[in-house]
């Protein structure tokens, strides 16, 4: 999917005008232009949403085209996923895929340039050395700028093959770079997709069912047509019936509600004044790739029956995982059992910036522009829905307020396409904070049960999980601790629901992680050991005696986040016994976290004080930025385990905004998240992700420490006394 040729077959994107910056631009790659005067624009490939790729991506270039950052000006390059690749924001995978490309850019760029100056010189290519944008021939004491030789390398065909350096050797890759964009943010530059206007643009709006599994009957618009600025209301349905679905067409609502006007308060105000009749969507079919259909179950679910139903799947067999050994014999003859379930409810993303999406349909052609995390996963499909051939849609790319998955999820642009094309003009869709909360979308809700034998000796000769959820589980029947204990058993179980799920800041593994490492500090005590230990004494075994072939992590670098973690955080010394310590770790979209997790007590209430985290993400491009995410991370998700949960009642989202759902707040925060990354060689994996799973675990083993009581239910603060004013 990934390959080189990228570079040959892109085309250069319109410039926008950096001020001060000249635009005589020489075209060196597809990534990189030169002008005379030495100054370099690198372009981003792809989305971002505050995880600062928009920095780290051009790094990469930079580093091996040997410029000097400070003459680097980075743009967003346009939406081209033949020519710039994927082009997808999600599954940490921007700098682990875009790591070998954005590197082979940057040294065919440096080899053309040294080719040109050759030729310019009349000497061997081999002669010449480059530093930090300088070309230099020794022997004749010759040298210049690559912006002298730009226009001169631009007609080369681009090199392959070209020697990368050694990763010892790098000088941008590695070193804190400030974010290009942030000047902009902090100035309050037109970035994000709410800034984007268009002369002629109309502001339209939804009125979704008031509950999920219910859908249109009937509306009365006449007073709203009568309201200040109302061009239009009409109803727009999404997909017709049979549209095969991709993978990414997640849906809550088909039959859409639309109310246009010319600004955003005159909408609200007219959509506040229609009358409509809803009913019950009844049993529902989407067709998906192949015409395989699903069916979407006719309920108005409630958090109660939700639980009981769990409870009840729970009881019954599951889906065989993975199998170990002779886990039943081992259980049979166990001298203890400790067994004990955990639950998570449903989370709403709530990105700071609702969803939103201008699009401009004319007959031959179509113009759209918002936040998106993926716009190459939604192009094929929106293509079908407008009739136009791909090639005449143009999908720009803005910087997203947040992203966690949610946006990956494309019917918003589909939406805003269909209401411009309804009403023959430019429309800017755009969803209230109430609107998105509501809609769905979530993080599943989960349940699992943990189950672990131990010997008369009290030795580890068991272990079992059996996870399960709505409408999906998150057992990773391949992680840790499979491949560690000799009798092991994975098992899953899911459940139908019309409540709508998507990706959700490391899908899955956000719960598994809290869930077993809870269960394996209570695991710990039981056995009369050190938690940090007692973790490392099992992947001492992973690593020199596994269980099983199928284990997905390195045993050795999931050890060494513990002992990093252990030494940076003085665990077990006399100074740190202030504290109610919690530790916890997980391995994820290819990396390794683990945290500890300090709690005081402050008016009888328990604050997370202090955080000491270990990351192995392989090769650290940008450490400021990378620090900056994991401490997002911890941040995120301490507020999602003491606050996150989305209810039901009769299909309707009891949390509406953030009065009702709570978040993390500014005193709640850690006074200090102290980060350390272990230094290797390994090219980059994952890192906005990784850090958030094991978060939770810590939590709540630092809450045991705390109070003496264990968690077993999310949000933990549901458990605990509400603070004062809250």
């Known amino acids: 999917m990934i390959s080189f040729n990228w570079l040959s077959a892109f085309k250069p994107a319109d410039n926008t005008n950096v001020p001060g910056v000249p635009q005589q631009w020489s075209e060196i790659t597809g990534y990189i232009k030169i002008t005379p005067d030495n100054i370099i624009k690198i372009l981003n490939p792809n989305p ?11 790094m990469i270039v930079a580093e091996e085209l040997d410029a000097d950052w400070k003459n680097v000006v980075v743009e967003m390059g346009p939406h081209d996923n033949v020519k710039l690749g994927p082009q997808s924001t999600g599954g940490s995978n921007s700098v682990r895929m875009y790591w070998k490309p954005l590197r082979e ?14 030729e310019t010189w009349k000497v ?30 631009a007609p080369i065909p681009v090199p392959k093959g070209v020697k990368l350096k050694d990763v010892k050797s790098f000088n941008v890759v590695g070193s804190s770079k400030k974010n290009v964009e942030g000047l902009k943010i902090v100035s309050g530059k037109p970035l994000f997709g709410l800034d984007y206007k268009q002369e002629g643009m109309l502001i339209a709006m939804i009125e979704h069912p008031p509950a999920i599994g219910m859908k249109l009957k009937s509306f009365d618009a006449s007073e709203t047509l009568k309201m200040p600025g109302i061009k239009d209301v009409f109803v727009q349905k999404l997909f017709e019936d049979g549209f095969e679905q991709a993978g990414f067409d997640t849906r809550t609502f088909n039959d859409l509600m639309v109310v246009v006007g010319r600004n955003t308060w005159e909408v609200m105000q007219g ?13 529902t079919k989407n067709t998906m790739g192949g015409k395989r259909e699903i069916v979407v179950p006719d309920e108005l679910e409630n958090t109660d029956a939700q639980l009981t139903k769990m409870q009840e799947f729970a009881k019954k067999p599951a889906q065989q995982l993975r199998k170990d050994g002779d886990p039943e014999t081992a259980f049979k003859n166990a001298a203890q059992i400790i067994e004990r379930t955990y639950n998570a409810p449903f989370l709403a993303h709530n990105c700071m910036e609702p969803m939103n999406f201008f699009a401009h349909v004319m007959d031959e052609k179509a113009v759209v522009a918002g936040p998106l995390q993926a716009p190459g996963w939604s192009e094929p499909t ?7 051939p791909a090639d005449k849609i143009e999908i720009q790319m803005t910087r997203m307020g947040g992203g966690f998955g949610r946006r990956a999820y494309a019917h918003y642009m589909y939406e805003a396409a269909l209401i411009s094309k309804k009403v023959k003009a430019p429309v800017k869709l755009i969803y209230t904070r109430e609107d998105d909360m509501t809609y769905g979308i979530y993080r599943p809700m989960y349940t699992a049960t943990y189950r672990a034998a131990l010997d008369a000796n009290k030795n580890l000769i068991a272990f079992h999980v059996k996870g399960g959820g709505i409408p999906e589980h998150a057992v990773h029947a391949n992680r840790f601790p499979a491949g560690t204990v000799d009798n092991y058993l994975a098992e899953g179980w899911q459940i139908p629901s019309n409540i709508t799920i998507g990706a959700f800041r490391a899908p899955r593994s956000n719960f598994a992680a809290a869930a077993e490492q ?8 039981a056995m009369g050991k050190d938690p940090i230990d007692f973790r490392l004494e099992l992947l001492k075994r992973g690593k020199e005696n596994p269980v099983g072939k199928n284990n997905e992590y390195d045993a050795g670098r999931y050890a060494g986040v513990l002992q990093m973690v252990k030494e940076k955080s003085g665990w077990g010394k ?4 202030k504290y109610s310590r919690g530790v916890a770790a997980y391995f994820c979209h290819n990396s390794y976290a683990a945290h500890v997790v300090d709690i005081i007590m402050r008016d009888g209430q328990p604050y997370v004080e202090k955080v000491t985290s270990a990351i192995d993400c392989g ?7 990378a620090k900056n995410m994991v401490q997002g991370a911890v941040v995120d998700g301490i507020g999602n385990a003491f606050y996150g949960g989305l209810t039901h009642k009769n299909g309707a989202a009891q949390q509406t905004n953030f009065h009702s759902y709570r978040i993390i707040r500014m005193p709640e925060a850690p006074r200090k998240i102290d980060v350390h990354f272990v230094k290797n060689d390994i090219d980059p994996t994952g890192l906005g992700e990784p850090p958030f799973p094991p978060v939770f675990g810590a939590v709540a083993n630092a809450l045991y420490k705390a109070n003496g009581h264990r968690v077993y239910e999310q949000p933990f603060n549901s458990q605990l006394n509400k603070r004062p004013g809250v």
């Open 48 to 58: 971002e949403f505050g995880q600062n790729v928009m920095t780290s991506l051009p």
């Open 105 to 118: 850019a940057g040294a065919a760029a440096r080899n053309m340039l040294m080719q040109a100056a050759a």
């Open 124 to 153: 061997p290519i081999e002669e010449l050395t480059v530093h930090v944008g300088l070309i230099v021939h020794s022997k004749s004491m010759k040298s210049g700028t690559y912006g002298q030789f730009a226009s001169k390398a």
């Open 271 to 283: 959509r506040k004044k229609l009358k409509v009749q809803w009913e019950p969507a009844g049993e």
């Open 382 to 388: 929106l293509a079908k829905l407008l009739g136009l």
């Open 518 to 525: 809870s269960f394996l500090d209570e695991l710990a005590e």
């Open 574 to 577: 006399a100074e740190n016994k």
């Open 619 to 625: 090769v650290v491009i940008n450490p400021d930025a």
